[in-house]
């Protein structure tokens, strides 16, 4: 009589552990590219908003030039600031969309007069905090007339 030769086939349960061991990495760094993505998304979502509010202001001090420094804040704009009563809404609405679309935003216009062979020109700040930052980030966009 012969011995039977008769071997088990199929996965022990050690390999299907494992198997589910590299399935939950791979996952958690599925997990975690998505949130980075989402934050990524997020901060490119603050700067256009951000680009745009310059861009806002820039129509602006363009639409109404008269004075030429009607616009210049010194820094950072507050109630009030503004050359006349168009710059002085514009400012004032400017700030408030500033404050509310970016978190801790802030707006600064600083104004430098014509010199020989230069415009009239302003200096745009607009300035936020990102979550998870502590630095201030800041878009600027220089107007000339």
């Known amino acids: ?61 363009r639409a109404n030039r008269d004075p030429a420094n009607a616009y210049d804040c010194g820094g950072s704009c507050g109630a009030g600031s503004g050359g006349n009563a168009v710059a002085t809404d514009d400012l004032q609405a400017w700030v408030t969309s500033v404050a509310a ?7 600064a216009v600083t104004y430098t007069a014509a010199k020989a062979g230069a415009p009239h020109s302003y200096l745009v700040t607009v300035s936020w905090v990102e979550v998870g930052h502590s630095a201030r980030l800041a878009q600027h966009a220089r107007v000339e007339l």
Do not use: K, N, W
């Not at 349960?13 to 975690?32: F, R």
């Not at 679309?101 to 707006?107: A, C, F, T, V």
């Open 101 to 107: 679309l970016l978190p801790d935003g802030d707006g």
């Open 1 to 61: 009589m012969q011995a039977s030769t008769h071997t088990a086939g199929g996965f022990t349960l050690v390999e299907t552990l494992i198997a589910l061991l590299v399935l939950a990495v791979g996952l958690l760094g599925l997990a975690h590219l998505y949130v980075e993505c989402l934050r990524a998304t997020h901060a490119a979502l603050l700067r256009s908003r951000a680009v745009t509010l310059s861009a806002d202001l820039a129509e602006r001090i």
